[in-house]
Structures are given as structure tokens and as C-alpha cells.
């Protein structure tokens, strides 16, 4: 799984630190450390960490092959629903 954070955005809050300490860490009041290529393991504690950010400055790559057949659904029924809408 591969994290990226908008350290720009991140104003240091720690609730990812909090809840996925083996993935975030803050360095100091406002320095924030994380491993960008977080271990499958950690994907439950890496989406909550994701949700509590009050800025949201942290994604997940979307395109991950771990993830994989789970988006292809939802793809595959908006395609046939604008078919058949047509």
C-alpha cells in the first residue's frame, strides 16, 4: 500500500499518529514522519487514520493492486448503467 501526505496541508494534529502509530509519527510539535510504503497489515489502522485527518492530508493509493477487484464492480455497473440509460 503506498501513503502519500501533503505536508503542506498536515497541521499536525496526530490523530494518524494515534491511531496507526506504526505507520505515522510525529517528530516534534509539527514534524510529521510516516512510512510511504505502509504493510498490507496496517491497511485497517492506515483507513482509519485516513478518515479522522481534519484536513485530509493523507491519501492512499486508489490504484493499488492489493485493493484490485473491489473498485471493478462499481465501474463496471455505472458503465452499464449509462448503456442502458442511453
Not at 8 to 14: I, L
Not at 22 to 41: I, K, N, R, W
Not at 71 to 79: D, F, H, Q
Request: charged share 20%; hydrophobic share 50%.
Amino acid at each position: 500500500m503506498r501513503l502519500v501526505v501533503d505536508l503542506n496541508r498536515c497541521q499536525g494534529y496526530a490523530q494518524c499518529a494515534f491511531l496507526a502509530p506504526d505507520v505515522f509519527a510525529m517528530h516534534g510539535d509539527e514534524g510529521l514522519l510516516y512510512d510511504p510504503q505502509a504493510e498490507e497489515a496496517q491497511r485497517e489502522r492506515v483507513a482509519q487514520a485516513v478518515a479522522a485527518c481534519p484536513v485530509q492530508a493523507i491519501l492512499v493509493d486508489e490504484l493499488d493492486l492489493a485493493a484490485g477487484p473491489a473498485w471493478a464492480p462499481a465501474t463496471a455497473g455505472a458503465a452499464a448503467k449509462g448503456a442502458s440509460d442511453g
